[in-house]
C-alpha cells in the first residue's frame, strides 16, 4: 500500500513539475526554454512561420542567430530564437518546425503558402 502511494504521489508530483514548465516556456524563447520543450511530452509540436530580417547575431563560424516574432496559422504570436548555418536573405519566409520554443528545423516557402493570418501578423 505504502509502494502505491509512493508511486501516485511522485506521478503526481511528475506532472505538476512538467505543467509548471509547460507555463514557465509559453512565452519565453533562448535556449533554456528550447531544451525544456525539446523533452516535455506535454508541449505540442506544430508550425510558424516569419519574414527574415538581419541576423542578431554572428559568430566566429558564420553562424547567424535570430531573435524574433513568429506566428502560427491563427495569427497568434510568439518570440523564436533560432540559428541558421550562415546568414538568410532578408524579406524571405520561413516555415519553422517547432516544438514550443526549441526549433527543429526550418524551410523556405512562398509568400502565397504563409496562412492570411500569420501573413498580417508577421509583415
Known sequence: MKLVKGLAGLLAAGVILLGGLVLFTRN???????????????????????????????????????IQKAADENGKTREVDFNAISELTTGKYLKLYNKGAYIETYEEVAREAVPEKALTTIE
Open 28 to 66: 519565453s524563447s533562448g535556449e533554456l526554454a528550447g531544451i525544456v520543450d525539446r523533452f516535455n511530452p506535454l508541449v505540442s509540436e506544430g508550425e510558424v512561420y516569419v519574414k527574415t530580417k538581419e541576423a542578431d547575431e554572428i559568430n566566429g563560424y558564420g553562424t547567424a542567430r535570430y
